[in-house]
């Protein structure tokens, strides 16, 4: 499975970004996704993940609220919508697929997207 995520850029806090990760390959394993965030300086943390049918949504205590995730399983694509956007958001932003919905730390997440940064100034 190859993913490629996009829509990063630079916003004023407040503001609003809608990241995409496409997905190519073996696409038919009904899998979870996710997205997951590194911080210069910081490690990766957790950010969302989705189950296939899209009835289970997952979201770190620190975004909830505010990001929404959601996917197009006939397009292959999830992406994540994030309003109110904070300075603390800023990071670079990794998709991944096919891990275990409930895993917050990305150790059984097998496929990553190269990443996307998300800079937001204050």
């Known amino acids: 499975v190859q993913l490629q995520a996009s829509g990063g850029g630079l916003v004023r806090a407040g503001g609003s970004l809608r990241l995409s990760c496409a997905a190519s390959?073996?696409?038919?394993?009904?899998?979870?996704m996710s997205w997951f965030r590194q911080a210069p300086g910081k490690e990766r943390e957790f950010v969302s993940a989705?189950?296939?049918?899209?009835?289970?949504?997952y979201y770190a205590d620190s975004v909830k609220g505010r990001f929404t995730i959601s996917r197009d399983n006939a397009k292959n694509m999830v992406t994540l919508q994030m309003n109110s956007l904070k300075p603390e958001d800023t990071a670079v932003y990794y998709c991944?697929?096919?891990?275990?919905?409930?895993?917050?730390?990305?150790?059984?997440?097998?496929?990553w997207g190269q990443g996307t940064q998300v800079t937001v100034s204050s």
């Open positions: 991944a697929s096919d891990g275990s919905i409930s895993d917050r730390y990305g150790s059984t997440w097998p496929f």
């Open positions: 390959g073996r696409t038919d394993s009904r899998n979870a």
């Open positions: 989705i189950s296939w049918y899209g009835t289970i949504r």
